[in-house]
């Protein structure tokens, strides 16, 4: 009967700890101490293939590396990004599922005209920006523009008449262009197209004469010769291959910035040691080498952000371009279509 007394103490004593907490991984989780058992979800809210599922896709290649366990990409495209933001927060908060975040995604939560399941706004937080592609304004081999003053020289004298390629009014190059052009003093036309690649394809037939775009989409037809980049939207140069010696806008004194930039995002329900231990993580590959390498294969410049202030960041970058829109009309023009 003793045997069988100190047996049962023994064996509650093992136990304890595991039913106090619900499972032996949450134990080591409420001591800060959480590692992951089993594979991670990246969820992109795009299509595979775009610069959003390639850059999601450097971060796989290291998971084992990093993390133990695989890192695996699931494309939920659709809705203007909200099926992935919906899908990313529709997971349980466990440290098992994260999301891709690029510069654009938070504005189409904003410009939404349907009811929204989140407040993605506030129930997402960001774990770490990973990178940087300028966007770039370019135009033919054989434009007579060789440069921006050329293009706004010409546009003060012949307002309206040039056009630019965008992708629809709350599009990146729309918002973009307009504050250009109001910086700038000019006036430019924009055309329609359904992808930023139709753009690019009118531009190689000359039926637009300039193409706001970035150095991951057009980089292989500046490098090929067969644009010419006038300027990259930066404070200052970029060393990427074929860029390195465009201006910086702002050497033009328009202080007019932008860039796609790409990163990791989490609900804001995770464990605050869970959500950590990724902002760790994701430091310590973003200034790891190989992964540097890799990333700058895909045209971006490593810039990490991590944790609140990439968080603040996504806020200060959907701001920025909502800004923009009411200042140049675009917003009270997306509203009357609605209306």
């Known amino acids: 009967m003793r045997k069988l007394i100190v047996s049962l103490i023994l064996i509650a004593l093992v136990a304890a700890p595991i039913f106090a907490n619900g499972s ?12 992951p058992s089993k594979p991670i979800t990246i969820v992109v809210p ?34 203007n990004n909200i099926l992935g933001l919906t899908a990313l927060l529709d997971a349980r908060p466990d440290g098992y599922t994260i999301g891709s975040m690029s510069s654009g995604v938070m504005l189409n ?28 304004l370019a135009v033919r081999n054989d434009s ?3 440069s921006l003053e050329d293009i706004i020289n010409f546009a ?33 036309r924009s055309v329609a197209f359904g992808s930023g690649g139709e753009a690019v394809t009118a531009m190689l037939g000359g039926n637009i004469d300039i193409l706001y775009s970035n150095v991951i989409d057009a980089g292989e037809y500046v490098r090929a010769g067969e644009f010419k980049c006038v300027i990259v939207f ?3 140069r970029c060393d990427i291959e074929g860029f390195e010696n465009v201006p910086a806008i702002t050497e033009f004194g328009i202080d007019v910035t932008d860039s796609l930039w790409q990163g990791i995002i989490c609900s804001a329900e ?54 923009s829109m009411h200042e140049s009309g675009i917003w009270d023009e997306i509203m009357s279509q609605r209306n």
Do not use: H
């Open 156 to 188: 003060k004298e012949n307002p309206g008449e040039l056009t630019y390629g965008i992708t629809g009014l709350a599009g990146n190059e729309n918002i973009m262009m307009s504050r250009l052009s109001r910086a700038a003093g000019i006036e430019m």
């Open 270 to 323: 995770m464990p605050d040691n869970i959500y950590q231990y990724y902002c760790e993580k994701f430091t310590e590959m973003l200034n790891d080498p190989e992964v540097q390498a890799e990333i700058e294969k895909l045209g971006f410049v490593v810039t990490p952000v991590i944790g609140d202030d990439f968080t603040q960041l996504i806020k200060d970058t959907t701001d920025k371009y909502v800004s």
């Open 24 to 35: 032996g991984e949450s134990s080591s989780a409420d001591n800060g101490e959480w590692r």
């Open 234 to 236: 930066s404070d200052e």
């Open 109 to 136: 939560v904003v410009l939404s005209t349907t009811k929204l399941k989140y407040d993605f706004e506030n129930e997402v937080i960001g774990i770490a920006k990973g990178g940087d592609a300028p966007r770039i």
């Open 144 to 146: 007579p523009f060789n």
């Open 46 to 79: 795009f299509s595979a293939g775009g610069s959003s599922d390639m850059f999601a896709r450097v971060f796989t290649q290291f998971g084992e590396k990093y993390f133990g366990v695989p890192l695996v990409v699931e494309n939920k495209a659709g809705g």
